[in-house]
């Protein structure tokens, strides 16, 4: 792919306007099809350029889910334009999107190949911005349906990390059939597998909370061959699934009989050594039963990303961590009662003012936010934007 001075739109106008766009060069490519870096020469600044081919056949709603999020944790839709291709009626969508280096999946590969783990800090920056970038794009209604770690971008050197690729991103309608093979095999919820076409949010929950076992262990958790093998790795850790398991998964999935196997228990799936509070945030997020799961947000509010709030916690240059502690009024949605959890510290609680969290309101929002336990904010029950 040459220079070329290309009419591009920007991703938040109707306008248009000329541009050039330079030092052209192929950094991943895909079913989906080519991602390039390049520059814009007004600038000098490193953009990607992900090419796509529209099919006819295959509604592509990327372009007009990208062009709803801004968040600091989502992939910034920047500048967009069409290309023919060299065979007739080839069109290609181009998304001009934000540069960021590397793949959580590359960065956990180069631990495996040192047979290292990775760090422990890491692990939570890289999973507590995954969440928050969830919480994001679920409180405006939208579903990612294929979070992994090659869909999460980060930068080494500041640990901020960017949720990318919504090729399969849809809003999720109440009544409204989806399909059920959608989600990279290794991250796919079960009630995907079990053929349900009415799941709800809580699919993504699954997903991450499998790339959260996956950072910890230094391999994916359930890493089936094919969708039926897919199940028997998921029913080796979780045992098999009761009728009331299937029943809230599927209401339409005709009943077969498994063969009853028991669960192995979360120690011995991770071994020794590894932290507690991580393995207990795995167990909530990787249920069968998609309402028991927590909330992105719930997820976030986990004592397991506590050392994130804390002032003094550092990357290992010295450098300051991403902030976790910014949550605006609009993340916090209809959530509010986490804000103490989330915000630890008013003076850093950019929403105090549009919540008006003082005094005993303050209390009183803490209190419902714990369980007994003082652990873990108990979820919402069910997805309260699935239908959104």
């Not at 890493?223 to 299937?246: F, R």
């Not at 804000?339 to 209390?363: H, K, N, Q, W, Y």
Request: proline content about 6%.
């Amino acid at each position: 792919m040459a220079n070329k001075r290309m009419r591009i739109r920007s991703a938040d106008t109707v306008f248009s306007h000329q541009m050039w766009l330079i030092s052209f060069k192929v950094v991943g490519t895909g079913s989906f099809g080519v991602v390039y870096k390049a520059k814009l020469s007004s600038t000098g600044e490193c953009i990607a350029i992900k090419k796509v081919l529209q099919n006819k056949r295959y509604k592509n709603r990327e372009l007009q889910v990208m062009r709803m999020l801004t968040h600091k944790n989502v992939i910034l839709l920047k500048f967009f334009f069409f290309s023919s291709g060299e065979k007739k009626d080839q069109l290609y969508l181009n998304l001009i999107l934000e540069y960021m280096p590397v793949t959580v999946h590359r960065v956990a590969r180069q631990y495996s190949k040192l047979q290292k783990a990775m760090p422990l800090l890491y692990v939570k920056l890289y999973t507590f911005q995954l969440f928050r970038a969830l919480a994001y794009v679920h409180n405006i209604g939208i579903c990612h349906r294929d979070v992994k770690p090659q869909n999460m971008l980060v930068d080494p050197e500041t640990a901020v990390l960017k949720l990318c690729d919504f090729g399969s991103a849809k809003q999720l309608i109440i009544g409204e059939k989806n399909t059920s093979y959608i989600c990279s095999r290794y991250y796919r919820a079960p009630e995907l597998i079990f053929g349900a076409t009415n799941y709800t949010n809580s699919i993504d929950v699954w997903s991450a909370g499998t790339v959260l076992a996956e950072l910890l262990i230094g391999q994916p958790i359930f890493p089936g061959d094919s969708t039926i093998d897919q199940l028997v790795e998921i029913i080796k850790v979780l045992g098999t699934p009761t009728k009331e398991h299937i029943q809230q998964m599927n209401p339409n999935y005709k009943e077969q009989s498994f063969p009853c196997v028991k669960g192995c228990p979360w120690s011995r799936v991770f071994g020794v050594g590894t932290c507690p509070k991580a393995i207990e945030l795995v167990s909530l997020l990787l249920v069968y039963t998609p309402s028991d799961r927590p909330t992105p947000l719930s997820a976030c509010a986990h004592t397991f990303f506590d050392d994130l709030r804390a002032t003094e916690c550092k990357l290992p240059s010295g450098r300051a961590i991403p902030s976790c502690t910014d949550f605006s009024a609009e993340e916090l949605g209809n959530e509010k009662q986490l804000a103490p959890l989330l915000c630890p510290r008013l003076s850093e609680f950019s929403c105090v003012d549009a919540l008006s969290i003082t005094g005993s309101t303050l209390s009183a929002s803490l209190s419902r936010s714990m369980p007994a336990s003082n652990k873990f904010p108990p979820p919402n029950g069910t997805d309260t934007s699935a239908g959104l």
